[in-house]
């Protein structure tokens, strides 16, 4: 069931919309302009005009655009003239995103440009799935890492959420045909088995997920130059969470989320807290910085995990952006220190939901 769609949810979008407003970057068809107002929340079919505006001629959507910004006619010019750039991507909630909005503006809209859009978004997804049930970062394929099977930022999941509202027969969904909703439903299946290929195993135990992980054999892999192939707790999380959503979940299923939840509670920091401290301006060509961060000794802090640990060791790891592998927050240069999230809270999510989830699907599966 599906309430009543009178706002869009601009949250999906927030990713993208902050790389636009502050992360200047040359590729951009067009870059905001100050002063500039937003569409409301309520303003649905602007907001789905937006959308397709950005959309490309193959389906998917460039990164890092506000879909709220109301834009100028030479604005609209531009984006309708670059259509055929194939730029596209599911990084930073991207493409997913827009279908999801286009299909539940269509639900109560019933305006059938929407459904069109969603629809042909649907499709651009699933020509972008790896033959081993995996999506990259870009597709049509690039070079370089984008090429990797993608979790971080929660690429793939929400690729995967997507297939799986239409697999579970969500309303705004209705409009999926029998012919698409068998594709759907394959890739939705392939995807699942990806993720369970992809859990890191070491010595025989599974724990979780890196954030990338090699297209061909499937081992974690490098992406850029400071996220090394590593345990990743803040993406496992993620995965985690959308296994759980699985309604009657199979044994497979049930002994990743029993493995990861294992790992989440012997990889748990306690005793410490990330604190963020007013530091002299710092210059870089990725943006100007003005505070740092420290981790400070405190007993009464919740558990909090490193984004990152060492395969094998385990030991909590860091990078600079010279790819050299550091072992605490002190050693990141500054740039990276403020630019990143180093730890993170999102494995407690987990931990939250497990025993409820535990006592209807887990019972009698060993943890």
């Not at 963020?276 to 909090?304: F, G, M, W």
């Not at 630019?339 to 993170?344: E, K, V």
């Amino acid at each position: 069931m599906m309430r009543k769609y009178t706002v869009v949810d601009t949250i999906p979008f927030q990713s993208s919309a902050h790389h636009w407003y502050d992360i200047f970057d040359k590729e951009n068809i067009i870059d905001p302009l100050p002063g500039r107002p937003c569409y409301r929340a309520t303003d649905l079919t602007a907001i789905g005009d937006n959308i397709l505006l950005y959309q490309k001629t193959n389906g998917g959507w460039p990164k890092n655009y506000d879909m709220q910004a109301i834009l100028t006619d030479e604005q609209k010019l531009k984006l309708a003239s670059a259509k055929s750039l194939t730029n596209t991507t599911f990084d930073n909630s991207t493409t997913f995103t827009q279908i999801e909005c286009l299909a539940r503006i269509y639900t109560v809209t019933k305006i059938n440009k929407y459904k069109t859009a969603s629809v042909n978004g649907i499709y651009f997804m699933l020509s972008a799935q790896y033959d081993n049930g995996g999506w990259p970062q870009y597709y049509p394929l690039e070079k370089g890492y984008s090429r990797h099977i993608t979790y971080n930022d929660d690429a793939m999941i929400g690729v995967l959420s997507v297939l799986k509202d239409i697999v579970d027969h969500e309303t705004a969904y209705s409009f999926v045909d029998a012919s698409l909703y068998k594709k759907v439903n394959k890739a939705y299946l392939k995807g699942i088995d990806c993720i369970l290929q992809t859990q890191i195993k070491e010595k025989g135990v599974l724990n979780a997920w890196c954030q990338q992980h090699d297209e061909n054999t499937l081992a974690p892999a490098w992406a850029r130059a400071f996220e090394p192939p590593s345990i990743c707790n803040n993406e496992s999380a993620g995965i985690v969470l959308f296994l759980m959503s699985i309604d009657h979940p199979g044994a497979p299923v049930i002994n990743a989320i029993q493995q990861a939840v294992k790992w989440f509670e012997i990889s748990r920091i306690n005793g410490i807290r990330v604190k963020t401290i007013p530091a002299p301006a710092l210059q870089t060509k990725y943006k100007v910085s003005t505070i740092d961060r420290i981790v400070v000794e405190d007993p009464a802090a919740p558990p909090i995990w490193t984004r990152y640990y060492e395969l094998e060791t385990h030991k909590p790891l860091f990078c600079n952006r010279d790819s050299k592998v550091v072992y605490s927050l002190a050693e990141v240069d500054r740039e990276r220190r403020d630019g990143y999230g180093w730890y993170t809270y999102e494995p407690q999510k987990v931990l939250k939901a497990w025993p409820e989830w535990n006592k209807k699907w887990g019972v009698g599966v060993s943890k």
